[in-house]
C-alpha cells in the first residue's frame, strides 16, 4: 500500500495551532449504540462506534480559549457535540476496556478518538479554520458561560453554558461538581475525526500539556437541556440521549501564567 499525501494546510493557517490559554468543561453520556452508528454512517462511513461494555458514549463539550497571533490575540468560545469512535478496520488493533478505563487514559493507540457532529463557534476566523483544516462541521454559535476561575469565589465549582444561534437558544448545561468523587487524568493526544466534502476520512490530534480532572455524576441527574427541537442539533441530541443523565463529567483549565498582587500603601510624610 502507497503512504498517503498529507491533506493541504491553506493560507493564512499554520499547523499546529498553539492555544495560549484553554478552559473545558464536557459531560459524557453512555447511550444505546444503534443512533450512534446510524448517525456516524451518515457522517462519517470510515468510522464504527466505539463501545465499551455494549454501550457507545456521546460526548458535549465547551471551550473557551485564547490564542496569540503576530497581529494581536483572539478569543473563542465553542461547544463540540462528539461521538467516540475508530476507523472502521481497526477495531483488532484496540484494547477492551470499559469507559471508566477509557477516561482515566487507558487508551494510548490514539484510535479511539471524537467524531465531531456539530461544533458551535462564535469566532468566524476559528469557523473557517476548522471546515478547512479539520473538516469539522463547524457553524456560528454564541454563549454565556459561568465556570470556575481563580478570579472568582474559592469555592466556585460550578460551569454553566448556554448556547444560542440567531433564531435564539438552542441548547444548555449545568454542572455542579462540588464533592463528586474525581480523578486526575491525562488521555489527550485524543483524535478528532472528520470527514471532507469530497468523502475523505481525516484525523486531527490534539494534545493538551496538563492533566485535567474526571468526575464521576452517577446519581446526579446532570442532563442538557434541548430548547430548539426542530434544529439540526437538538434533533440528534433528542435521537442519542432520549432521558439519559450524563455518565460522567471532565474540566481543563490552564493554570495561570502570572499575577498581579494585591496593592499595598506606600507610607505618607
Known sequence: M??????????PYRVPFHYGALHMAGLDFLVEPGPVRALLGKHHPALA?????G?????VNYQLYFAQYPGGGGITQEIEVNLLAHPADAAGRLPELTYRQYAHGWERTGLTGIARIHVLCDNPLAIDA??????????PGTFDALMPSPNGPEDGRTWRVDCRDGSGPLLSFEVDLTDRPSATVNH????????????????????????????DLEGTATRLTLHAPGSPVCQDLAGLLGDTPATAAWSYQSPPVAAHQRPYYLPTR
Open 2 to 11: 502507497s503512504p498517503l499525501p498529507l491533506p493541504p494546510v491553506p493560507e
Open 49 to 53: 462506534a466505539a463501545e465499551f461494555e
Open 55 to 59: 454501550r457507545a458514549v456521546v460526548s
Open 130 to 139: 476548522g471546515r478547512r483544516l479539520y473538516a469539522e462541521p463547524k457553524y
Open 188 to 215: 489527550t493526544p485524543v483524535t478528532g475525526y472528520g470527514t471532507t466534502e469530497d468523502g475523505r476520512a481525516l484525523a486531527g490530534p490534539m494534545t493538551v500539556h496538563h492533566p485535567g480532572t474526571w468526575y
